[in-house]
């Protein structure tokens, strides 16, 4: 499916992103070009307002020294990649005859940030080396003027104004501070301990490796961490191994689906450890928030996009697809932290005076309610109340403690917020900033999204109140069918076309927008009804991107709108297979995938419209892997209901439930196929 996209212009999908992380809960560390080249001793940005994570991480890598004036630093790289469903980097290296294999990552059970760096020294040659001396140089920076002392050649640490490391070199011969870099290019030993102090301290360790064998094999590494040593005993190459078993042990707890291809399942797995790696897990406030993505980004325009903050939006999407896997109890974790009291109601003006329980917009580190503020006034998006009871509805059935230490109070400060934020004269729910984050001072619209999503919400709530014994359940449920009802009402135009607002379709100009096509995921409207056909028509026609196989935003116009964004392609896929257009779904699934696999498994925020490089954070957890775990665990259940014949309660109005009507699409253009194979072959 994905060589027909291709024959209409699409971009092939390619490599475009030379970054990698590793992460476990704790911090991050990334990989860049060649090495090790920043770290976060923390995963989310801010812990609170003015107390920010900061960077550590100048560079770390390893060299070598044959003792005899032959040296180099190990800054080539032949190949680097992620272990498939781990944590685990995996970088190819070469000196001479030795082949170097280097295994960076954050130590799943440290308990603390840190950094194991592993290698794997191998003579590739036909006849045995000579003796020579394995480095590692850290250059980390602690902040302000750094303490460091060495209490022998395998253990230093190293204090600063942010953070005290320690590092740990089993069976290290030496250590050194000084000259080292240019010690191992001229070939010569590092030595003479490492005890001072300096804004700039460069520590590093030495090993003594004996004569190779042809084939024979070096093992050295080094761990440096916030909280000690203690994670393993052993020496490298049996840390590498445990935390292969690690991640083994994850991946048994969760759920696959059936059916999917060895490119989606490779995807899918490592979706799922990112969503892992990004899960905060220190103990306290902090625990259970899952960031928008881990600390990284690649370029959109001239804006370094670096999204590692909670956002309830993304949160929910990342949450519904942890629980959906079978990972529950990060589930709940995650939905404990977007929900503790006294953490919100900065913006109470602006939700009818509410006393409401969940952020407006996004979360700081412990948890306190963030938005950002600027010249049109703050961002208040009513969508996060829909989305959160949408979440917790989802999970509170495999985590039945939520009911009691969660629900009542979700639906106080949430379901009972969004009842009262529904607009009287429309039914819809009150204009806010929604999805696409449009602040206020006239910018304010009523979204389609913001609604669709408090539909789903209440619903959920709804349910939540009956098994609680609540009899809020049928005002829920009433006020639920009254938004659905509203949103055919007042959102759809006279062709069956869904908009993005009510005040942009009543202007009648630039109000398609890709975020409505939850109404059709959330069975608002029936994804196999005109409406779908038509809107899917005008989305084609209007938002697709010029050299991708899938969307951009809206027509709004900004950069940021007109890139292609994964959480779309995914989320019009979904609606695709529930609309029984498969084929057309698979080209967009397709296109994710084969991306995702040209990228080391990694998918983005955003892909470039005019060429799909990568763009924007890498990995994107709710909106990157949380979407694609979602669309591969939901596309079973659309195809069986497909297959199924459909009960249409209006025997008088076509359904359209079998694509094949779509004047737009992907599928009618395989006719066109041969077509158009006939004509690239005669020019």
């Not at 094999?217 to 040593?229: E, L, N, Q, Y």
């Not at 249409?648 to 737009?664: F, L, Y």
Request: hydrophobic share 40%.
């Amino acid at each position: 499916m994905l060589t027909i996209a291709l024959l209409l212009g699409a971009a092939a999908p390619h490599y475009s992103y030379p970054k990698l992380v590793t992460a476990n809960g704790y911090g991050a560390v990334i990989f860049a070009d060649d090495r090790l080249a920043d770290a976060y001793p923390h995963l989310y940005q801010e812990y609170s307002p003015g107390v920010v994570t900061p960077e550590l991480l100048y560079d770390t890598y390893f060299g070598v020294t044959d003792l005899d004036g032959g040296g180099a630093w190990l800054t080539d790289a032949v190949s680097a990649t992620t272990e498939d469903g781990t944590g685990i980097l995996v970088v190819e290296r070469t000196y001479g005859s030795l082949a170097i294999t280097e295994y960076d990552f954050a130590p799943m059970s440290m308990g603390g940030f840190g950094l194991a760096q592993v290698a794997r020294i191998t003579n590739t040659g036909t006849s045995a080396t000579s003796a020579f001396q394995m480095v590692t140089l850290l250059n980390w920076h602690t902040g302000g003027t750094e303490s460091v002392g060495s209490a022998s050649a395998q253990d230093v640490s190293e204090t600063g104004a942010d953070v005290s490391l320690t590092y740990r070199a089993p069976g290290a011969t030496d250590v050194s501070c000084g000259s080292v870099y240019d010690t191992v290019l001229a070939g010569g030993r590092i030595g003479g301990g490492c005890n001072t102090s300096g804004e700039d301290v460069v520590p590093a360790f030495g090993w003594s490796i004996p004569a190779l064998e042809p084939g024979e094999s070096a093992w050295v590494g080094v761990h440096t961490s916030t909280v000690g040593h203690a994670w393993i005993e052993g020496d490298p190459e049996q840390w590498v191994e445990f935390e292969r078993g690690l991640w083994e042990l994850f991946h048994a707890r969760g759920q696959v689906p059936a059916g999917l291809t060895a490119d989606e399942t490779a995807v899918y797995r490592q979706a799922l450890a990112y969503l892992k790696m990004g899960q905060v897990a220190e103990e306290g406030d902090a625990h259970g928030q899952i960031p928008a993505s881990l600390p990284l980004s690649a370029p959109v325009g001239d804006f370094q996009h670096i999204w590692n903050i909670a956002w309830v939006r993304d949160g929910a999407y990342a949450i519904v697809a942890l629980d959906a896997a079978g990972y529950h109890e990060e589930a709940a974790a995650a939905l404990r932290f977007l929900i503790q009291e006294g953490k919100t109601g900065d913006y109470r003006s602006y939700v009818g005076d509410a006393d409401y329980a969940v952020s407006v917009c996004r979360v700081y580190g412990d948890g306190t309610e963030w938005t950002d503020v600027d010249a049109d006034g703050p961002n208040v998006e009513f969508d996060n109340f829909g989305l959160y009871l949408w979440a917790l509805g989802n999970v509170v059935g495999d985590d039945p403690t939520l009911l009691d230490d969660v629900a009542p109070r979700a639906l106080d400060g949430v379901a009972d917020v969004l009842v009262r934020l529904v607009d009287p004269n429309t039914g819809l729910l009150l204009p806010d900033s929604s999805i696409w984050e449009r602040h206020w001072n006239d910018k304010q619209k009523q979204f389609t999204y913001s609604s669709a999503w408090a539909v789903e919400g209440l619903r959920a709530a709804a349910e939540i109140a009956d098994t609680l014994g609540d009899t809020r359940g049928d005002t829920y449920r009433a006020s639920a069918d009254e938004i659905a009802a509203a949103i055919e009402e007042h959102l759809v135009d006279a062709g069956g076309v869904l908009a993005g607002s009510k005040e942009e379709l009543d202007d009648a100009e630039s109000y398609l927008d890709l975020s409505a096509i939850e109404v059709f995921n959330l069975d608002i409207l029936d994804p196999r009804s005109e409406s779908f056909t038509a809107s899917l028509a005008a989305w084609d026609r209007e938002l697709k991107v010029t050299a991708g196989t899938g969307y951009h935003r809206n027509d709004d116009g900004s950069t940021y709108d007109e890139h292609e964004w994964i959480v779309i392609d995914l989320r019009v896929a979904e609606a695709l297979r529930r609309s029984c257009r498969p084929e057309d779904a698979a080209v967009l699934e397709d296109w994710v995938t084969a991306q995702g696999m040209a990228n080391n498994r990694i998918l983005p925020e955003l892909f470039e419209p005019t060429n799909g490089d990568f763009a924007g954070p890498a990995p994107m957890l709710g909106f990157g892997a949380g979407a694609y775990v979602l669309a591969l665990q939901g596309r079973a259940a659309a195809d069986a209901a497909c297959e199924a014949p459909v009960v249409d309660p209006d025997p008088d109005k076509p359904c359209g439930c079998t694509g094949a009507a779509s004047p737009s699409g992907i599928a009618p253009l395989l006719l066109l196929a041969p077509l158009l194979l006939a004509r690239r072959r005669r020019s």
